[in-house]
């Protein structure tokens, strides 16, 4: 997810408290990665995750490849409270590197005959349940994946967090969801602007689900996961988490203290946000998806890749992001995450087939000390992955 979070501290010690009482995610085990191969970068990119957690970062993971072959490490802390080390093999919530998954089965059902892009999303999904929200009788399945909606984004809205952190893993059906979207204005006109919103995400869930008559978590196991044997990836809600599951944390307070947040869960396993791995696992999706085109094909890739420009340095695909600063030695393809108490990075650069994916145990959307912080990190990270 990609926001600014909204919360109401004068209750939050007592639903944190609560949380703890019917956590999903347990006390973290740790795990035991094999040694990586040696690698030219192995000393800077370790020195620069040590750096990081110097400065405060929890517990960082990353790995990468280029023409010196696949190197990988860790830093930190998977779990603080009992000292448990963060290592390659920890398990993570991956924040909206969910929807770039969620992009891939959307296009492998296209390819496949069964989803078709230029549906308008109110073929699929009940006249009761998007009557009042707004642009949502104007736009496809297309504009819902490549963020043109003007859809108001679900997490701008404060009463939705409210509502999380008084039933903090409570498992939203997408109905209840889009319940907080309703009556609000959207961003622009349908197809006259582009802008991330979440709320995308979980409408081409629910068009899938309604076109396959099957879940979109059984699809994304089924057509995904399963075919790249990512045997360590789980979507919470629908898949119960493992002990290696890294706690997650935020500077709640904004006292520079961080906070255990892992069991706030604000709307996951509704095709946004949900989705559990580790960069091993992640290192399968790239390969088989940017290189070894396992699930689609090329040409399905190149729909995927038709930009719109965005804000900044971004453009948008179907389900991906194109980072692009000028030097186009640096333009990097996939996707960003972020959830209340994790981050993550998965991108490859296609002027030399690098590629690194990095995982975080924080929360880095909101505005904290460890923000910028962990903007460093990620811009040394790219310069060392660049030629």
Not at 203 to 228: N, Q, S, W, Y
Request: charged fraction near 20%.
């Amino acid at each position: 997810m990609k926001t600014k979070w909204i919360f109401f501290i004068g209750i939050i010690g007592i639903l944190v408290f609560d949380a703890c009482k019917k956590a999903e995610v347990q006390n973290t085990v740790s795990c035991t990665a094999p040694a990586p191969s040696s690698h030219p970068k192995s000393v800077a990119l370790q020195a620069l995750m040590d750096e990081y957690v110097k400065k405060g970062l929890p517990g960082v993971s990353l790995l990468v490849g280029d023409s010196s072959g696949v190197w990988y490490g860790a830093a930190g802390k998977s779990d603080m409270e009992r000292n448990i080390d963060y290592t390659p093999c920890t398990v993570q919530k991956l924040g909206s590197i969910t929807k770039m998954m969620m992009g891939v089965l959307t296009m492998k059902l296209v390819e496949e005959g069964v989803v078709n892009l230029n549906d308008p999303i109110s073929k699929w999904i009940d006249a009761s349940v998007l009557k009042n929200i707004k642009n949502a009788n104007k736009v496809s399945i297309r504009d819902c994946m490549q963020h043109t909606t003007g859809i108001y984004d679900l997490i701008r809205s404060s009463p939705f967090y409210l509502s999380v952190l008084n039933n903090p893993n409570k498992h939203w059906t997408p109905e209840e969801l889009l319940k907080f979207v309703e009556n609000q204005e959207p961003d622009f006109e349908a197809n006259q602007g582009v802008k991330y919103s979440n709320t995308n995400t979980i409408l081409v869930a629910m068009c899938i689900e309604k076109i396959t008559g099957k879940g979109h978590d059984v699809l994304l196991r089924e057509k995904v996961f399963a075919p790249l044997g990512m045997n360590d990836t789980y979507y919470h809600w629908h898949d119960a988490l493992p002990q290696t599951t890294a706690q997650g944390y935020f500077d709640l307070y904004n006292k520079h203290t961080l906070v255990n947040v892992s069991n706030i869960v604000p709307g996951s396993g509704n095709g946004y946000t949900g989705v559990h791995s580790n960069v091993f696992d992640l290192e399968k999706f790239v390969k088989g998806v940017f290189f070894n085109k396992t699930i689609l094909k090329q040409a399905t890739l190149d729909t995927m890749m038709q930009w719109k420009f965005s804000e900044a340095d971004s453009y948008f695909g179907l389900g991906l992001f194109r980072k692009y600063s000028g030097d186009l030695k640096k333009v990097r393809i996939g996707h960003t995450g972020g959830d209340l108490g994790y981050a993550c990075e998965v991108y490859y650069y296609p002027y030399n087939n690098n590629y690194y994916i990095t995982c975080i145990n924080y929360g880095t959307n909101g505005e904290t000390f460890l923000t910028p912080i962990y903007a460093e990190y990620v811009e040394k990270l790219i310069n060392i992955m660049a030629p």
